[in-house]
């Protein structure tokens, strides 16, 4: 799963690691980093639907069609790979809206209900990474009822299983950049998320305070290592 991250640096940094132009629009610009991004706000995330190269932009983290919405089902924030690209649900994203959400980490929690443990997970390198995402936002549509982006998952691999048995989908810099291809295949898509997101060994992973439990709440010592 990925239920929380953080975009603790500026878009600059994100940009100079991706190797593209920072071109951000009004609500990117206005937005500050942030230690404690969870679901049902707008975190920066990255497309290429515009002529002029990628964008920098904010977006509601979440997805729900209507006819979803009639049935009483859940908003989604994430999308399993097993069933994004072909689903009913998330086909027509996975075909013509693949983004990026940047971020330095993201944070899962263990134990027993009400008494759960965060841990956060970032590259061993402590370097920016680049998830990919799907959405059915379009720049050139001015009301977009249930716009929304949700984030690509996978199944945990090696020791991350200890932490969740999902794992958001990561790309290297090179990889992101063809993820958001508009002229790549779906099938192509598909077939760099299943063989070129980063491996468990890319990450490293430590118990952090239960700080991060408060939404709302964004410090730097949220993603410092608890002492034992």
């Not at 975190?43 to 515009?50: K, M, N, V």
């Not at 049935?71 to 998330?90: D, L, P, V």
């Not at 794992?167 to 070129?196: F, Y």
Request: glycine fraction near 6%; charged fraction near 25%; hydrophobic fraction near 40%.
């Amino acid at each position: 799963m990925c239920g929380r991250i953080t975009q603790h640096r500026q878009p600059q940094a994100y940009a100079e690691v991706l190797d593209i132009p920072l071109r951000q629009a009004n609500s990117a610009a206005a937005r500050h980093p942030s230690y404690n991004t969870p679901p049902g706000s707008t975190p920066w995330f990255i497309h290429a639907f515009e002529d002029d190269g990628p964008m920098f932009d904010t977006l509601h983290w979440g997805y729900r069609p209507s006819w979803a919405a009639e049935k009483g089902m859940a908003m989604a924030i994430n999308a399993r790979i097993e069933k994004a690209a072909t689903g009913r649900y998330f086909r027509h994203m996975w075909q013509r809206g693949r983004v990026l959400v940047p971020a330095d980490g993201w944070y899962e929690w263990t134990g027993e209900a009400g008494n759960k443990d965060p841990w956060y997970i970032r590259r061993s390198d402590d370097a920016p990474m680049f998830l990919a995402a799907i959405t059915n936002f379009r720049p050139d549509r001015e009301d977009c009822e249930g716009c929304g982006l949700v984030i690509v998952t996978a199944p945990a691999e090696a020791g991350m299983v200890d932490v969740h048995d999902r794992r958001p989908l990561v790309l290297a810099p090179e990889d992101a950049r063809l993820w958001m291809d508009p002229h790549m295949p779906a099938e192509g898509a598909e077939q760099l998320a299943r063989s070129m997101a980063l491996p468990a060994e890319a990450f490293t992973w430590y118990r952090v305070s239960r700080d991060v439990n408060r939404v709302g709440s964004s410090r730097p010592q949220m993603i410092a290592p608890l002492d034992e």
